[in-house]
């Protein structure tokens, strides 16, 4: 199976606006093309073939424009990959043929967004604590994970905090742990993060709710500022740092909570919730996307694989929270605010949160 190591890189001033260059081409040639591809569907022809899109935006278009020769040619043909692949999805998601959510045509690319390069093969190198990229040179690289086997690919991101990652995807070979012959259900909330079978309660940080006041301060001032200043360039970057230091809270979080339970547990259970639905409700959307929701199964689903446990999801319309784990009585729809009750028919008590996880953990 793939996997992706993720470093953080300390460019010098030189090869900052090396790479700004760099990402400043790749933005250009996807624009450019996307923006023909566009005009083309809208006069009903067919989209050019990658080859085809190669021939023009990147062999003639140097001919006209010297600055494109100055950066590396490979992230400008991965770029166009990137923007074929992307159209494929969009087509694949139409007809049906792509699961899960639909995906959106691609879009324009910003200078203000996150920017990215990938190069492949042979164009770089790496070295011990450093790695060469063509036209750019070497630069520093921070990290104590060594690459279990050579990289298919690195991807170069600066991310909207002006902070630079190196990123290489690499096969690994996925890892059986010993068995503990123990399943665990959970049943996720706003309250508390995660209600286990067992009665185990674990809190979330809430990285989004603790730093709103600061977030709106910051964003009061940006909106103060006069476009295009420099003083509004400086705001942005506070208001950047500060979403990228909410979000490294939260993936921290939901990482060492997922490797723990799957450390821990044979057989993970989970409730499959609909959280593009859910953030809908204008009173809850900002916690539940303050928790993480989503990332969590994802992060959960895909170390069950890698350590080879089982990891499965019952329906959400199960009635998890209506019937008592103890006897099977479906005691009926309950409100948000009952935490605690009482089965009618054996007289278990039961905390509505355990009693729903230990629900899920059966398959309810």
């Known amino acids: 199976m793939k996997a992706r190591y993720k470093y ?18 790749c933005r250009y040639v996807w624009n450019q093309s996307l923006a023909h591809c566009n005009q083309l569907y809208t006069n009903g022809v067919k989209r050019p073939s990658y080859v085809e899109e190669t021939k023009q935006f990147i062999t003639q278009a140097k001919r006209e424009l010297l600055w494109l020769k100055e950066v590396a040619s490979t992230p400008l043909q991965q770029s166009l990959k990137d923007l074929d692949q992307a159209y494929k999805n969009f087509f694949n998601s139409c007809k049906g043929k792509r699961k899960g959510i639909k995906v959106k045509p691609p879009r324009f690319k910003s200078r203000k967004s996150k920017q990215t390069a990938r190069f492949v093969g042979a164009n770089y190198k790496i070295g011990q604590d450093k790695i060469y990229l063509p036209k750019v040179g070497k630069i520093k690289i921070v990290g104590k994970r060594k690459l279990p086997s050579q990289p298919t690919s690195m991807t170069i991101v600066k991310d909207s905090a002006n902070r630079y990652y190196a990123s290489f995807v690499v096969e690994i070979n996925p890892e059986s742990l010993p068995k503990t012959d123990n399943s665990i259900g959970i049943d996720l909330g706003i309250s508390t993060f995660a209600t286990l079978s067992n009665g185990e309660k674990i809190l979330a940080p809430k990285p989004l709710k603790k730093n709103l006041k600061k977030l709106a301060k910051f964003q009061r001032k940006f909106a103060k500022s006069e476009p295009g200043s420099k003083r509004r360039e400086r705001r942005r970057l506070k208001i950047a740092r500060l979403h990228a ?38 009173k809850l959307s900002k916690a539940i996307s303050d928790l993480g929701w989503r990332q969590f199964r994802t992060l959960t689903e895909t170390k069950c694989e890698k350590y080879g446990r089982e990891f499965r999801v019952i329906n959400r319309w199960e009635p998890t929270s209506q019937k008592c784990s103890y006897c099977g009585l479906r005691g009926g729809k309950k409100e948000l605010n009952v935490r605690e009750w009482t089965c009618l028919n054996c007289g278990q008590f039961h905390d509505r949160d355990v009693n729903a996880a230990i629900n899920i953990r059966m398959g309810c």
């Not at 953080?8 to 900052?16: A, C, F, G, K, T």
């Not at 979000?247 to 993970?268: A, E, G, M, Q």
Request: charge should be positive; aromatic fraction near 8%; glycine fraction near 4%.
């Open 8 to 25: 953080r890189i300390y460019p010098n001033h030189v090869q900052i606006k090396k790479f700004n260059q760099l990402f400043g081409c």
């Open 245 to 282: 230091k909410i979000k490294d809270i939260r993936t921290d979080f939901l990482h060492k909570l997922s490797t723990n339970l799957v450390k821990k547990y044979d057989t993970i259970v989970l409730e499959d919730l609909k959280v593009s639905g859910m953030v809908k409700n204008r």
